[in-house]
T-cell receptor
Framework: AQSVTQLDSQVPVFEEAPVELRCNYSSSVSVYLFWYVQYPNQGLQLLLKYLSGSTLVKGINGFEAEFNKSQTSFHLRKPSVHISDTAEYFCAVSEDNYGQNFVFGPGTRLSVLP | EAGVVQSPRYKIIEKKQPVAFWCNPI?????LYWYLQNLGQGPELLIR????????DSQLPKDRFSAERLKGVDSTLKIQPAELGDSAVYLC??????????????FGPGTRLTVL
């Protein structure tokens, strides 16, 4: 069975600084990887997903992530964060061809400071 | 296009009382999911429907939890009786299964349940 680790429960960063949110997974088969964002009192919104092809995936709001199979990682990055990026970020993995059987990580709370 | 609708947004009940949550998925989405999200944790799948059939309910505590999606559209999740540990956010999501495609799950805003 697959699992997801997000080592950083909280990441504080100043506005306009770069940020990296780490995600590692374990799986015995090929996986599909996702990053979701959750703003306060809202549902989850898809940022980006890796299915196949290029290991660098670009998403919405200027975020990107890189799939590294050898390190079983899928870290999320943004070169310059904004106050509005303050939210909870969840990494998820699926072994299902349709990406339906998700396992979510515990989440990382990104706090962007002025 | 309307998103996934959930109601109520907040619910406070006393332990041992019943409670029900309602979800209306995005129009045309045949797959519907119920997740449980505890504070400070990621969502955990409770049940997944393909149309009106529950295809994965292995994580649903069936002694007190039940769900239905009678006409393959909206769905209700029920807890009876509720326990203190059931306090959490209950998320509903939907997706449209397309052959050969990995489909995005769209989430509703959730129902925050507090059991006193």
């Amino acid at each position: 069975a697959q699992s997801v680790t997000q080592l950083d429960s909280q990441v504080p960063v100043f506005e306009e600084a770069p940020v990296e949110l780490r995600c590692n997974y374990s799986s015995s088969v090929s996986v599909y990887l996702f990053w979701y964002v959750q703003y306060p009192n809202q549902g989850l919104q898809l940022l980006l997903k890796y299915l196949s092809g290029s290991t660098l995936v670009k998403g919405i709001n200027g975020f990107e992530a890189e799939f590294n199979k050898s390190q079983t990682s899928f870290h999320l990055r943004k070169p310059s964060v904004h106050i509005s990026d303050t939210a909870e970020y969840f990494c998820a993995v699926s072994e299902d061809n349709y990406g339906q059987n998700f396992v979510f990580g515990p989440g990382t709370r990104l706090s962007v400071l002025p | 296009e309307a998103g996934v609708v959930q109601s109520p947004r907040y619910k406070i009940i006393e332990k041992k009382q019943p409670v029900a949550f309602w979800c209306n998925p995005i129009s045309g989405h045949n797959t519907l999911y119920w997740y449980l999200q505890n504070l400070g944790q990621g969502p955990e799948l409770l049940i997944r429907y393909e149309n009106e059939e529950a295809v994965d309910d292995s994580q649903l505590p069936k002694d007190r939890f039940s769900a239905e999606r009678l006409k393959g559209v909206d769905s209700t999740l029920k807890i009876q009786p509720a326990e203190l540990g059931d306090s959490a956010v209950y998320l509903c999501a939907s997706s449209s299964r397309t052959s050969g495609s990995t489909d995005t799950q769209y989430f509703g805003p959730g129902t925050r349940l507090t059991v006193l």
